[in-house]
């Protein structure tokens, strides 16, 4: 006696899916290389805005951008990652970075391609490629095609959104 008289309306059609609503808290999600990408709340952004400096929130949080040649990252060179400022989710390899002579930190791809999100950008009477963090919605900066091979990309990177782990130091998050 298996066999189940009711059957739930949200599950009935083939190939449907119905995502249960939420309040608050939105579903747990991964990206392919193992790291969170669960949306914020808005208690834990606001939280986490709180540690910023008025220039970090200035860019990360009001899509500003930072003079060139200014940012604290665009001349190091250490073996690392650059991480979100605001949530902490690994956005560019120091493999990947390269000196692009615009005097902002530029890399050619991301640490994963999840990790960060680009929407179109018209601010400024120009027609842009704003890239924000893929878990926080964060400013990053932008990407523009002229970016050197393999990809041909240049992110283009605000120090002030940044936050750099030498390599060796992040060490918990994932077992090497
Ligand atoms: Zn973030």
Redesign the pocket.
């Known amino acids: 006696m298996t066999r189940l008289k009711y059957r739930c309306p949200l599950f009935s059609r083939k190939g449907t899916t119905v995502t249960p609503t939420r309040t608050d808290a939105a579903p747990p999600r991964t990206s392919a290389s193992g790291h969170d990408l669960t949306p914020l709340t808005g208690a834990e952004r606001e939280r986490l805005a709180a540690a910023l400096t008025p220039e970090e929130r200035r860019v990360l949080l009001h899509q500003g951008t930072e003079r060139p040649f200014c940012g604290g990252l665009l001349a190091n060179k250490e073996p690392g990652a650059y991480h979100?400022?605001?949530?902490?989710?690994p956005?560019f390899k120091s493999a990947a970075k390269f000196e692009s002579g615009t005097g902002w930190p530029s890399f050619y791809e991301p640490f994963d391609p999840e990790h960060v999100s680009v929407r179109r950008d018209t601010s400024h009477g120009m027609v842009r490629d704003e890239i924000v963090?893929?878990?926080?919605?964060?400013h990053l900066g932008h990407v523009f095609e002229d970016g050197p091979r393999p990809t041909g990309l240049r992110y283009c990177l605000n120090s002030a959104s940044l936050k750099f782990a030498a390599e060796g130091e992040a060490r918990g998050a994932t077992s090497a």
């Open positions: 979100c400022r605001l949530c902490g989710l956005l963090c893929g878990r926080c919605g964060g």
